[in-house]
C-alpha cells in the first residue's frame, strides 16, 4: 500500500540524519519543509521533500492533499498510567476544598483507591476501559504509548494489569512499552512494614513479570511519603538483574534524591522533577537519562512547576509526557501538555515538538523508530487542519486541530 501526502503546508519535523534526543538550545531548532510531499509505502515513511521534487511518475494507492495544513509526527507519550479502573472525581472534590495529594493518600485515598477497584475489575473489563482511553489519546495525536502498571500493589493484581497491558501491545495499532511498578504505593495491610513489602516486590513479582516477560521496564515512586532511596536503589538493582531498565517517578514531592538514585543505574528516565536543583542537573548532565516533565500532573495538583528553563539552558534534553492516571493526570491529551509546556514552562513552541515526539521516543527506547518524520521511520503522523503557523498549534489551546491521523501508514478513523 502506497500513500501520498502532497501540497502540505509545512512538513514539520523532518531529518535527514536521526537524532536520538535533542538537547539544550537545539531544542529551540525544528527542520521543516515547506510545500512539501510525503511518502509512505506499507507502515513506514519511504520519502519526503518539496513539492517540486516529487516524481510525477509516481503511482500510488491514495493520495490526500494537504493544501492549507501541516503534518506533525505523532506524540511519544512516555509516561502514562492508561489502565486502571473507574475513576477518582471524588478526590478531586476533596483536593478543591483543599487537602494535598500526600493527605489524600495518607487517609487511604489516591492510589490505594485505584487499587481495591482494580481487585474487583475483571481482566476484561480493565482492558476495555483502557482501549477506550487509547483509542481517545490516538485521536488526539499519540503514536507511541508507555504504560505502567503499579494499582496492584500484590503480585497477583500486578500481573493482572501487565496481561492487559500485553494484550493492549497486540491488539492497539500503536506501539506500547510496558513498565512494571509494583513499588507504588505502600498497601495497606504493609503500613509500618515497608520493608517487608519492598521484599515482596524484589523476590516474588519481579522474578515472575521477568520470566513472563509482561515489563520492557521497571519503576519505583521514589519520594517523600512513598518509596525511600534505599528501597529505589534496592529495587532498581533487583530489575537490572532481569535485564529492566530503570524509569522512576522522581523529586515530585521533594528533593528525594531520586534522580541521583536513577543517574546511578543508568534509568532511560527520571519523571516529573518538579524539585530540582544544581544538583540533580549536574547529575544528569553527566547522563543517559532522560528527564521528563508531567504538566498535566503539575497543573492538576497545584504544584510548583519544574524548573525547564533552568534544565535547558543547562544543556539537558527534557521531554514532556502526560502522566494519564485518575489521580493527578486525568487527561493524555498532548496536545494540552504542549500548551502547558509553552505556557506554564516558558518552553518555545519548537522545544515543545522536540519535547514531546523525539525525546519522548528515547525516554521509551524507540527513537530508532518514532519521533519524527525520517525516511525508514514508521509512518506515524498527523496532518492538521488549516492552521497558519506552528506557534498557532499550542497557542490555541482549547481546539482540536487534527484532522487525519495515520499510524503505521494506515488511516485512523
Ligand atoms: O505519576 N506520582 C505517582 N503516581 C502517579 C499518580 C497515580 C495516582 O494518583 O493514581 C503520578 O502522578
Ligand atoms: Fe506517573
Redesign the pocket.
Known amino acids: 500500500m502506497k500513500t501520498l501526502i502532497k501540497n502540505i503546508k509545512k512538513l514539520v519535523q523532518t531529518e535527514e540524519t536521526p537524532k536520538k534526543k535533542i538537547a539544550g538550545k537545539e531544542m529551540a531548532n525544528i527542520n521543516s519543509i515547506e510545500n512539501a510531499f510525503l511518502f509512505v509505502k506499507n507502515e513506514r515513511i519511504i520519502d519526503f521533500g518539496i513539492m517540486n521534487n516529487l516524481d510525477a511518475e509516481i503511482t500510488v494507492d491514495n493520495t490526500y492533499d494537504a493544501t492549507g495544513k501541516m503534518v506533525y509526527p505523532s506524540f511519544c507519550d512516555s509516561?502514562?498510567?492508561i489502565v486502571y479502573a473507574g475513576s477518582r472525581e471524588i478526590e478531586y472534590s476533596d483536593k478543591i476544598r483543599g487537602l494535598s495529594y500526600e493527605e489524600i493518600a495518607k487517609r487511604g485515598g489516591g492510589i490505594l483507591n485505584s487499587a481495591k477497584l482494580l481487585h474487583s475489575t475483571s481482566e476484561d473489563q480493565l482492558y476495555k476501559q483502557a482501549q477506550k482511553r487509547i483509542l481517545e489519546v490516538i485521536k488526539q495525536g499519540t503514536g507511541a504509548l508507555e504504560i505502567?502498571s503499579g494499582y496492584g500493589l500484590n503480585t497477583q493484581d500486578e500481573l493482572k494489569m501487565l496481561r492487559v497491558i500485553k494484550r493492549l501491545k497486540s491488539t492497539m495499532p500503536i506501539e506500547i512499552k510496558s513498565t512494571f511498578l509494583g513499588a507504588h504505593s505502600i498497601p495497606t495491610e504493609y503500613r509500618g512494614k515497608q520493608t517487608q513489602y519492598v521484599d515482596l516486590v524484589i523476590n516474588e513479582m519481579i522474578p515472575v513479570v521477568a520470566a513472563e516477560q509482561l515489563a520492557d521496564y521497571i519503576?519505583v515512586?521514589c519520594d517523600k511519603g512513598f518509596f525511600t532511596i534505599e528501597d529505589t536503589d534496592r529495587i532498581l538493582n533487583a530489575g537490572m538483574k532481569y535485564g529492566l531498565r530503570a524509569k522512576i517517578?522522581a523529586n515530585e514531592l521533594d528533593f528525594s534524591g531520586g534522580v541521583q538514585v536513577g543517574v546511578k543505574y543508568n534509568a532511560l528516565s527520571v519523571?516529573?522533577l518538579e524539585f530540582i536543583g544544581n544538583k540533580e542537573i549536574e547529575s544528569l548532565l553527566n547522563s543517559e537519562t532522560m528527564p521528563t516533565v508531567?504538566p498535566g500532573?503539575a497543573f492538576f495538583l497545584g504544584m510548583q512547576f519544574s524548573p525547564v528553563r533552568k534544565m535547558i539552558d543547562a544543556g539537558l534534553p527534557v521531554a514532556l509526557a502526560s502522566?494519564f492516571?485518575p489521580g493527578?493526570?486525568p487527561s493524555g491529551n498532548m496536545k494540552l501538555i504542549s500548551s502547558m509546556g509553552c505556557i506554564n514552562y516558558k518552553m518555545l513552541p519548537e522545544e515543545v515538538i522536540n519535547a514531546t515526539t523525539i525525546n519522548t521516543a528515547y525516554a521509551m527506547g524507540i527513537s530508532n523508530s518514532h519521533g519524527s518524520i525520517a525516511k525508514g521511520k514508521f509512518a506515524n503522523f498527523f496532518i492538521t487542519k488549516p492552521i497558519p503557523s506552528i506557534e498557532f498549534f499550542p497557542y490555541a489551546f482549547g481546539s482540536d486541530l487534527i484532522d487525519k491521523v495515520f499510524i503505521k501508514g494506515k488511516i485512523i478513523d
Do not use: G, Q, R
Request: glycine share 0%.
Open positions: 509516561h502514562t498510567h505502567k519503576d515512586f517517578h519523571d516529573h508531567l500532573a502522566d492516571n493527578s493526570s
